[in-house]
């Protein structure tokens, strides 16, 4: 079917075009993006404020997550993104849970949040939180990192490392 004029009352969606010329202004790119892990389980002091250490990357299309130094992702592209994270904090059989919160930052500071009150309420041994949250970063010095709080009585507590368990991901929304 050549079509050669649209007018809006008469056209069927469900008929099929092949489209000879060019298509601007359609889709984009949600670009970059990253999936960064912890490999690994780790021990977190009992209340307090912890940067999670995110040392092992599933993407990272920019090259902009520090897996080794900082734990953090710089995005090299100003714009909105969604960042998403979870912490999976896990005590012994002899652990006296009491709080978790988790925190996604930009540069140190809190943009989304997550916490669990568990005094009250008899839940065992281990907790998975996530949280994510929209926020601008400016693509040159803005960096966004994922934190940690765990409160309990007795015992420790671990960070649950693994690409499943503990993780912080993102990706640039087009606008």
């Given at each position: 079917?050549?079509?050669?004029?649209?007018?809006?009352?008469?056209?069927?969606?469900?008929?099929?075009?092949?489209?000879?010329?060019?298509?601007?202004?359609?889709?984009?790119?949600?670009?970059?993006?990253?999936?960064?892990?912890?490999?690994?389980?780790?021990?977190?002091?009992?209340?307090?404020?912890?940067?999670?250490?995110?040392?092992?990357?599933?993407?990272?299309?920019?090259?902009?997550?520090?897996?080794?130094?900082?734990?953090?992702?710089?995005?090299?592209?100003?714009?909105?993104?969604?960042?998403?994270?979870?912490?999976?904090?896990?005590?012994?059989?002899?652990?006296?849970?009491?709080?978790?919160?988790?925190?996604?930052?930009?540069?140190?500071?809190?943009?989304?949040?997550?916490?669990?009150?568990?005094?009250?309420?008899?839940?065992?041994?281990?907790?998975?939180?996530?949280?994510?949250g929209l926020v601008e970063?400016?693509?040159?010095?803005?960096?966004?990192?994922?934190?940690?709080?765990?409160?309990?009585?007795?015992?420790?507590?671990?960070?649950?490392?693994g690409a499943n368990n503990?993780?912080?991901?993102?990706?640039?929304?087009?606008?």
């Amino acid at each position: 079917m050549a079509l050669s004029k649209i007018q809006s009352e008469s056209i069927n969606l469900a008929d099929n075009f092949a489209f000879t010329g060019t298509v601007t202004g359609a889709g984009g790119a949600n670009t970059p993006y990253f999936l960064a892990y912890r490999n690994g389980n780790t021990t977190q002091t009992n209340n307090t404020d912890t940067k999670t250490t995110l040392n092992a990357e599933t993407f990272d299309s920019a090259s902009a997550f520090d897996s080794t130094t900082n734990y953090r992702w710089t995005p090299q592209t100003a714009g909105k993104y969604w960042i998403f994270g979870q912490v999976y904090l896990a005590h012994g059989s002899n652990a006296n849970n009491q709080e978790y919160s988790i925190r996604l930052k930009k540069n140190g500071t809190t943009f989304a949040s997550n916490h669990r009150d568990a005094r009250t309420s008899g839940i065992g041994y281990q907790q998975a939180l996530l949280t994510g949250g929209l926020v601008e970063l400016n693509g040159s010095s803005d960096y966004v990192e994922l934190w940690s709080t765990g409160n309990w009585t007795s015992g420790s507590i671990n960070v649950i490392g693994g690409a499943n368990n503990t993780y912080m991901g993102g990706y640039k929304i087009i606008e």
